[in-house]
């Protein structure tokens, strides 16, 4: 299967350039480095390849967004002023993608048969990543479905996850309070 994500940016950049974006924002990377952090990132979902990665860093080199350097026989890229004032500017872009995608779910779960969007919930649960469906939208699914079973097995699953979710919040905010806070790295 192929997945071509939806990304707001005018056509300006693609999805792998924006992820050669996130990544370059670390600091200057070489092609081989910034492969293996998607496989790595995008581990069992994605499996990004040489011929997608490299044409993606030509591209942005040619469009000035990234500039490169040879260290001991390796290319490194790195984002120019061009490439961090775009990247400044891609808060929009990440508004756009998240209200673009809440909207799809939202429309998804609205509009779906109720078998289809059980399965859709059901397979949510099993990755764990059921909570990007508002609320609203699931309990409004999970109506349609008729077997009693199903809805109560559905929404005991969203109410753990969610409580967990409760709880981590509640742990950090305890953290805050005591003074004990960890930055990320």
Known sequence: MSIRPFLPTGGRVTPMQMLIFIYLLEGPKYGYEI??????????VWVPKTGSVYPALKTLLKKGFIGEHTTEGK????????????VSDTHDF???YILFNYVFM??????LPADFTANILQ???????????????????????????????????????L????????????RISTGKTKKRN
């Open 75 to 86: 290319t490194y890229y790195s984002l120019t002023e061009s490439g961090l004032a775009f």
């Open 35 to 44: 492969l293996v952090s998607l496989r790595e990132d995008f581990e069992g």
């Open 123 to 161: 397979n949510f649960i099993e990755l764990g990543i059921d909570d990007i469906i508002p609320e609203e939208a699931v309990i409004d699914a999970v109506r349609d479905i008729e077997d009693d079973s199903i809805k109560q097995y559905l929404l005991k699953e969203r109410e753990r996850m």
């Open 163 to 174: 409580l967990d979710k409760v709880n981590a919040i509640r742990k950090e905010v305890g």
């Open 94 to 96: 990440v508004k756009d």
């Open 106 to 111: 939202k429309v998804a779960a609205k509009r």
